[in-house]
């Protein structure tokens, strides 16, 4: 574990991005996390060496992606200039970064922009997965939990009640429409709390961020990017597989989280995939540790 240290990492600091003409990809107006070029374990320069080294190779993600187990049948090239939802993206080649949706926040989130105040996606793509014109969406994480502690409260304090606010309104909506994509209960029972789970049990960070991708994708399905109308979506979480501190939920992450003690010590993306979401989109949603190799990941 010691190659995720600062100390190890150092060594590369003053080159931390391979090819920086990853950076003429990417629509000006995007901000990038403050980290990406300076900070040794920045998620987002690992991304970018990853994702944006491929991203005018379609063939090359394709095959990247499908070590994870998701069966990509062709990439789209983003059509430079489109306007999605009256934002325009001036980015270039099959893969974008802090993809935002449209202008206004399909998910309630007012102001900010690519990268800031918003739920922005780390890496985006677009391609046909069985057939249908799907949203792929990556969560990219390398040292979080290690280089740094994780906020576990997102729905505490006042900032939290806003947070409940705003996306339980989206929940109440997809239920309505009997579309919701997670497996909630309707009411907190006292008699059994362990397997009532509600959106409050996301609020330890690396959660907190993957309601909020599923929710962008979920209520962006049916919109047209250029002359490609979104069909389904994709979820893939990215970690580095040595990382336990992210990787698996721990006790210490679920004092917040009742519902979800039922998964202590569980790997991070088994629970998931067995509780979090509703039957039916189970194979949305995957997390692979980036660091396996293929011959010897399994699939969480």
């Not at 190779?57 to 062709?74: A, N, Q, T, V, Y």
């Not at 993206?89 to 399909?106: H, L, N, R, T, V």
């Not at 576990?152 to 304090?157: E, S």
Request: hydrophobic fraction near 35%; proline fraction near 4%.
């Amino acid at each position: 574990m010691n190659k995720l240290t600062v100390e190890f990492q150092q060594r590369f600091s003053t080159n931390l991005i391979f090819a920086p003409s990853v950076f003429d990809r990417i629509d000006r107006v995007t901000k990038l996390h403050e980290e990406t070029k300076d900070h040794p374990l920045s998620s987002s320069a690992a991304c970018l060496n990853v994702i944006g080294s491929m991203a005018d190779d379609p063939g090359g993600l394709i095959k990247f992606l499908r070590s994870f187990g998701l069966e990509i049948e062709e990439l789209y090239e983003f059509p430079f200039g489109a306007s999605f939802g009256n934002r325009v993206y001036q980015d270039k080649g099959y893969a974008i970064f802090e993809w935002i949706g449209p202008q206004e926040s399909p998910i309630n989130e007012m102001g900010g922009g690519r990268g800031q105040n918003r739920t922005s996606v780390d890496a985006f793509l677009v391609g046909r997965v069985n057939g249908k014109t799907t949203q792929i969406l990556i969560e990219w994480k390398f040292t979080e939990g290690l280089s740094r502690d994780l906020a576990l409260g997102r729905f505490c304090g006042g900032q939290g009640i806003e947070r409940l606010k705003r996306y339980s309104l989206v929940l109440a909506e997809l239920r309505k429409r009997r579309d919701l994509p997670f497996d909630f209960d309707d009411e907190f029972r006292p008699s059994a709390p362990m397997s009532s789970v509600g959106m409050y049990d996301f609020s330890p960070d690396h959660l907190y961020q993957l309601l909020r991708l599923t929710l962008l994708a979920k209520t962006t399905v049916g919109m047209a990017l250029g002359k490609h109308s979104f069909e389904d979506y994709r979820i893939l979480h990215l970690t580095h597989s040595q990382n336990n501190r992210i990787n698996i939920l721990h006790p210490e992450y679920l004092i917040l989280s009742p519902g979800l003690k039922q998964f202590s010590g569980q790997q991070l993306m088994r629970a998931g995939r067995s509780s979090y979401l509703q039957e039916t989109g189970k194979d949305l949603f995957m997390g692979i540790g980036i660091a396996q190799s293929t011959r010897s990941r399994t699939r969480n």
